[in-house]
């Protein structure tokens, strides 16, 4: 999720190993959430990189990357997918058997997203117990198992939801990068596991946030309380604060479970 110029430097520095990524989610086209995009493209090219790679993004970013790719006459050794983002409600972006990611409306100075994140529920497991005594053909396990209602030898119809029971709940994590507070997100991030909300100011420099189109502290809180999140990061903290622990402080007055977005912390949900 977004891409700054130190995102090479970073991947290096903590490790994370070039080829698992194939999906890059850019929030909106302000320089410290891509400029690092095209440096990024071309180093998978020199490392000879063959699978493809899918770019979430407002439309104008495909122009953007196009043209830095033919001013310097690079042609790319893997296949490199745009797929235009709208801030205009829930869209639904990936989807695979594990999760599925979607976009919502965020706002700020020009046209930004937040992406949520949604595992879907894994195979439940069966009540062997519950299933003694049925003339159940073990090929329906399966079935069962992904929750899906059977059949017996008999044409009876066993109810998954009697016979299994769901394993974890599914996790949620919700992205909320640039954006002036708007309780309108809450009905997006609602009940998330971990929420990652900007905190650039503190609070007495509301006035501030509310030119930059950015959020404080408190007000990132607020949003967390209002969701009824389970844990709340804060970050895109400004540089004027050499202290975060301050903003943390802050938060936590309306958010107990706050924890700041510092690089290299591995927050798990």
């Known amino acids: 999720m977004d891409c700054g110029e130190g995102t090479q430097q970073r991947m290096m ?27 990024l493209l071309t180093t998978y090219n020199l490392l000879k990189r063959l699978q493809p790679l899918t770019i979430y993004a407002p439309a104008l970013l495909k122009d953007i990357i196009e043209i830095q790719l033919r001013a310097s006459n690079t042609k790319l050794n893997y296949e490199l997918h745009f797929k235009e983002t709208k801030d205009d409600g829930l869209h639904l972006l990936f989807e695979n058997d594990y999760v599925e990611i979607f976009s919502f409306p965020l706002e700020h100075k020009i046209p930004t997203t937040g992406f949520l994140f949604k595992q879907k ?18 090929s329906n396990y399966k079935s069962l198992k992904e929750g899906k209602d059977i ?53 007495e420099s509301l006035n501030r ?9 408190l007000q990132a809180a607020q949003i967390a309380k209002l969701a009824n999140v389970k844990r709340l990061l804060i970050g895109h903290f400004s540089s004027r604060y ?9 938060s936590k007055t309306v958010f107990e479970n706050t924890e700041l977005a510092i690089e290299g912390e591995v927050f798990r949900v």
């Open 209 to 217: 946030a509310i030119e930059t189109k950015h959020s404080t502290a």
């Open 13 to 39: 520095q903590y490790k994370v190993k070039w080829f698992r990524i194939d999906h890059i989610f850019i929030s909106h086209l302000h320089g410290d959430h891509y400029y690092g995009l095209i440096g």
């Open 242 to 250: 050499l202290h975060l622990s301050i903003l943390l402080e802050e």
């Open 151 to 203: 059949t017996d030898r008999n044409n009876n119809i066993i109810k998954a939801e009697e016979v299994t029971e769901s394993v974890s709940h599914p996790k949620i994590y919700a992205f909320c990068s640039d954006t002036i507070y708007t309780e309108s997100i809450v009905e997006y991030i609602r009940e998330a596991d971990l929420l990652y909300h900007e905190s650039t100011y503190l609070h």
């Open 121 to 138: 529920a894994g195979l439940r497991k069966l009540l062997v117990e519950k299933l003694e005594g049925m003339d159940v053909d073990k």
